[in-house]
């Protein structure tokens, strides 16, 4: 059974940093494309950034490149999103995805 556990969310002033972390299990974490999506109050679900498996291409949206860096440490078969220059406007929920199956999502807010 595929399972995706994310965390790291919280409360973080606008400039701050937080990092996330998706744990996953019930599949071959290490061959497996992974990808970060947020969904802030109100809006649809959009895609933040992507990783290949061995983590030789990496992905952003627009609206967090050069801020935010997508990792993974397969041994752990964990992901990670170190979030830099935070926004308001980054506020949202972050999920974790992997093919069509979805964590249950972290809370981010930005807000002083």
């Known amino acids: 059974q595929v399972q995706l556990v994310e965390s790291g969310g919280g409360l973080v002033q606008p400039g701050g940093s937080l990092r996330l972390s998706c744990f996953a299990s019930g599949f071959t974490f290490s061959r497996s494309a992974m990808s970060w999506y947020r969904q802030a109050p109100g809006k649809e679900r959009e895609f933040v950034a992507l990783?290949?498996?061995?983590?030789?291409?990496?992905n952003y949206a627009s609206s967090v490149k050069g801020r935010f860096t997508i990792s993974r440490d397969n041994d752990k078969n964990t992901m990670y999103l170190q979030m830099n220059s935070l926004k308001p406007e980054d506020t949202a929920v972050y999920y974790c995805?992997?093919?069509?199956?979805w964590g249950q999502g972290t809370l981010v807010t930005v807000s002083s």
């Open positions: 995805r992997y093919q069509d199956v």
């Open positions: 990783i290949s498996s061995a983590s030789f291409l990496t």
